[in-house]
Structure formats: structure tokens, C-alpha cells
């Protein structure tokens, strides 16, 4: 089967599947890249560095580009700024966070691994759609939206 997916679909079934945490704020953008508002202010039990962080600025810009998906690994590319100032380390900073998330779900440690790159991660989706019966066979975009194949 194949969808066909705006930004604001997917923000909409992430919000109704409980899977967007309410933290992420705002979503927008066109395939492949996906921008959102996230209040790091509003994180619970942060590491220091971000508790900092949301001090100066409570809100964070994330911008997160699909550049490629293989053998059910997607390869997503972010960045991080507030008020226009590039916040690179802060993704570096919450993948402790995100993993204790992920790992309340259920999913296996490494689903969020980083990439090659600073600004890379690599994202298991196959696995993570498994676990909901759910069998992922590629990822890509057209025409500013992202198409599933699935069965």
C-alpha cells in the first residue's frame, strides 16, 4: 500500500497516535523537510546543558530533512537555532532524552542513532513500525510530500 503524506498529515496522525510529544509545537514545512517549534523549557528532568539553555531561549526552531532511506533506515539531517543562532550541540544533548522515550515505548536501544555527520541521525523506522504490525518497504518524496510503501 502507499500514502501520500503532507507535513500537516503527518503532524496530525503523529498528535492523534500520541507519538509527537506535546513539546513540539507548531509543525510546518514541505517534503522533505519538516520545521517545528519545540519548548525545551518544558522538557522534565533535562540535562543541565538544556536546562541552561531553555533559560535563554525556551523555545528552539528544528529543522528536520529526509536525505535518503535504505533497508529501512531513514537519514535525516538537523538542525537547531534559536533566534536565528545555530544550536547544533543541543542535538547532541538530547539524545540521552530521546532514548529514555523511546525505550518507555518499547523500542529497542539504537532505533536513534547518530550519523556520519553532526547534523545526521539515523532512524531504525522499520523497526519502529514492526512493533505496530507494520511492514515498512520505502520512503521517499514527490512533490513536496512523503510516500509510504507499506504492507
Known sequence: MELRLTVNDL????RQAKILPPIVKNVRGTAPTVEADVAIAEIQNPPTA???AAK???V???SATLRGFDAGIARIGI???ARRLPLEK???MAMPILERKLSARGLPAGTVRRGDSSDEFLVDLASVVRTKG???HDLRTEDGRFVVDFS
Do not use: D, M, W, Y
Request: net charge neutral; hydrophobic share 70%; aromatic share 4%.
Open 60 to 62: 528552539v526552531a528544528v
Open 90 to 92: 543541543l542535538v547532541g
Open 79 to 81: 538542525a537547531v537555532s
Open 56 to 58: 535563554v531561549a525556551p
Open 134 to 136: 507494520v511492514e515498512l
Open 50 to 52: 538544556i536546562r541552561f
Open 11 to 14: 503532524a496530525t496522525l503523529g
